[in-house]
């Protein structure tokens, strides 16, 4: 099954992960697993090596799943998913469920999840973060954001965060002692962030055409990305192993491939629209890299699609 491409590039592979279309998707790192969420069919893990189903899970038991939110940790051993009341932990060995909590307080926005479990990440629409550590019971709540969040990531050693907001700003902060080491400003309300998991570069993006790479050992910048559109919103972000590359997905289709250095574009896909959608179109959930020059993309098309560069 081809997708509908950029001229010059077609899906070497498509592969149906959510018939009718999806609501939500992550994909871990190394691109061998993803995690696909849809109202009737609820969470499936998927082994991307063999596009087979892992495990299958409800969020919150009987009736539509509404989980829009979903993170793999690094280190693959867990994710977290959640809808706007509630999140849970997934041991992704076993399957089972580690825990699962309600907020009392605002809508969950965004959540990540560390290595082991560790820790989580939770933004929510009163722009406060809350930090907790599962074993040990920890909590910490961030109150460095006036505006609700919009986008966040964590290290896999769950020591660092970083958090985008309605309020033009996005920081780097320490989970250990909530001090902000960073703070990356925008012109326009921050839309999209990204760590790069071996600790070199931050991704910011703003909901305009402001979409900059940092470095973390100075808190400088690296590039702005380049493109000719006046507001470009970014839906997924991932750094590539080497360094070299930044993965990006778009809620109209896009699936781009960047110079890291440069900020330059590599090259760019189309994915496949959703089926019956008009106007014709789908959001990139999450991207991944894979092996021999291949990247991948899931998307509100249901569909987890395989590409070239």
């Keep these: 099954m081809a997708a509908c491409s950029l001229p010059g590039s077609e899906a070497l592979e498509s592969h149906i992960h959510a018939e009718g279309g999806s609501l939500a998707a992550a994909i871990s790192q190394d691109g061998t697993l993803s995690i696909v969420s ?19 899970w409800r969020h919150q038991g009987e009736g539509d799943n509404l989980v829009a939110n979903i993170h793999i940790a690094f280190d693959k051993a867990f994710a977290v998913t959640a809808d706007r009341e509630a999140f849970a932990l ?25 290595d082991g ?27 460095g954001h006036q505006e609700r969040i919009n986008s966040l990531d964590l290290s896999p050693n769950g020591f660092y965060a970083l958090t985008g907001s309605n309020d ?15 703070s990356f400003q925008h012109p326009s309300r921050v839309t999209k962030v990204a760590l790069d998991p071996w600790g070199r570069y931050a991704f910011t993006a703003d909901s305009k055409d402001n979409a900059r790479i ?52 590599e090259k ?8 019956g959608s008009k106007p014709q179109s789908a959001v990139v959930y999450d991207v991944g890299f894979l092996t021999s020059r291949r990247v991948l993309s899931e ?3 249901g569909l987890a699609e395989v590409w070239a560069y």
């Design 214 to 265: 940092w470095d973390l050992r100075n808190g400088q910048q690296v590039s702005q990305l380049h493109f000719l559109e006046r507001q470009k919103i970014f839906t997924a972000a991932k750094f590539s192993e080497d360094g070299k590359y930044l993965l990006t997905g778009s809620p109209a289709r896009g699936l781009n491939l960047w110079q890291v250095a440069t900020g330059n574009e």
């Design 38 to 56: 849809s109202i009737e069919q609820g969470l499936k893990v998927w082994d991307l090596k063999n596009n087979k189903i892992k495990f299958e």
């Design 90 to 114: 997934w041991n992704l060995s076993t399957g089972d469920p580690e825990g699962f909590w309600r907020i009392d307080e605002s809508s969950v926005r965004a959540v990540a999840v560390a």
């Design 268 to 275: 760019g896909w189309r994915v496949a629209p959703r089926e």
């Design 168 to 182: 033009y700003v996005a920081y780097l902060w320490d989970t250990r002692s909530g001090q902000v080491i960073f």
């Design 117 to 143: 479990g560790q820790a989580l990440l939770v933004g929510r629409s009163n722009g406060k973060v809350l930090f907790f550590e599962p074993a040990t019971g920890r909590r910490l709540e961030f109150l």
């Design 299 to 301: 998307s509100s098309s």
